[in-house]
């Protein structure tokens, strides 16, 4: 990434709290006056980019899908730094692929089968979803986990079948209010993670994604606070790091519950958050642009 990296580094010098990838404050810095010395120790200067994605849920129809990308797309030039991704219901997908092509936004998908192909009524391959021009997909959202009763092991044959396919899983994790209040937060997302680690080895995460979505910030306008918030996003980074570090480093977690435009900057400040899954503020053009604004260097 050499010198297109420095916008990035300085976001993270100002970056508060610990980093647990082991990048001290200083040692950033430092990293950023050598890597104003061209060709010199570009892999030292890599840096996670932010990633915006929303998340539409089962909203939307052919009129407001198209309003919706016209928006985004108006307002692209000023998200400078961030990544935006957005993941429509599945049938409005190839409608948002041609009105996203030739621009940067990737295009993602809310969910997808475990097989292949075959006869399962209803359901969605991987293979069709990078067919029709999905980058990302998103699996173990905790609604397929509620609603529909989808457990870990499930969710990593997603996980894997995805990236089998090509696709950049994007593994939402996060507990619930009363595991929160249990006090098994770690607990959870601990186990969440492990069973996509048991099925896939820790070095398919480093061509994945992780939401950490707690589940009772979900829809309900109660975000966690920036300091809740990094506290798992640490945990995760610290327990990926001691399976592999490199990986740790690498790895983009999100953060989804309740971000808006008004708060986002804040959560994106912390260490080990980079960027967010964004549900209802992402059906609104000017909000979902705010957000990724926040991600700006
Ligand atoms: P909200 O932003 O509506 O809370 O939804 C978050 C989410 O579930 C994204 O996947």
């Known amino acids: ?5 420095d916008p990035h580094l300085v976001r993270l010098i100002n970056k508060k ?3 647990v990838t082991g990048h001290s404050p200083d040692k950033l810095i430092f990293r950023s006056r050598i890597a104003k010395l061209p060709g010199l ?3 030292e200067v890599e840096m996670r980019q932010p990633l915006v994605a929303g998340n539409w849920k089962m909203n939307g129809s052919l009129a407001s899908v198209k309003k919706l990308v016209e928006g985004i797309k108006a307002g692209l030039a000023t998200v400078t730094t961030a990544e935006l991704a957005v993941c429509p219901p599945y049938v409005y997908i190839p409608q948002v692929a041609a009105m ?7 295009l993602g998908a809310q969910d997808v089968n475990d097989r292949e192909s075959g006869a399962h009524t209803g359901e969605v391959a991987p293979g069709m979803l990078t067919d029709v021009g999905c980058k990302y997909a998103i699996v173990g959202h905790s609604e397929r986990r509620s609603i529909y009763g989808e457990s870990d092991d499930f969710t990593a044959r997603k996980f894997a079948a995805a990236r089998k396919a090509g696709l950049v899983p994007i593994l939402c994790v996060g507990e619930l209010l009363e595991e929160r209040e249990r006090g098994i937060t770690e607990q959870v997302v601990g186990r969440q993670l492990d069973a996509v680690i048991a099925l896939e080895g820790i070095g398919a995460l480093a061509d994945a994604v992780i939401a950490y979505e707690p589940v009772w910030a979900i829809g309900t306008g109660k975000t966690a606070s920036p300091q809740q918030a990094q506290d798992v996003h640490a945990f995760i980074r610290g327990k990926l790091a001691g399976l592999d570090k490199a990986v740790a480093a690498k790895i983009q977690i999100l ?3 309740s971000v808006k435009g008004s708060n986002a900057a804040e959560l994106f400040s912390m260490a080990d958050i980079d960027g967010g899954l964004i549900g209802g503020a992402s059906l609104d053009a000017n909000d979902f642009l705010a957000i990724g604004r926040a991600g700006n260097a």
């Open 255 to 257: 953060y989804g519950g």
């Open 41 to 43: 120790l570009s892999r």
């Open 1 to 5: 990434m050499g010198l297109v990296a």
């Open 17 to 19: 709290g610990p980093c």
């Open 100 to 106: 996203l092509k030739g621009t940067s936004v990737a």
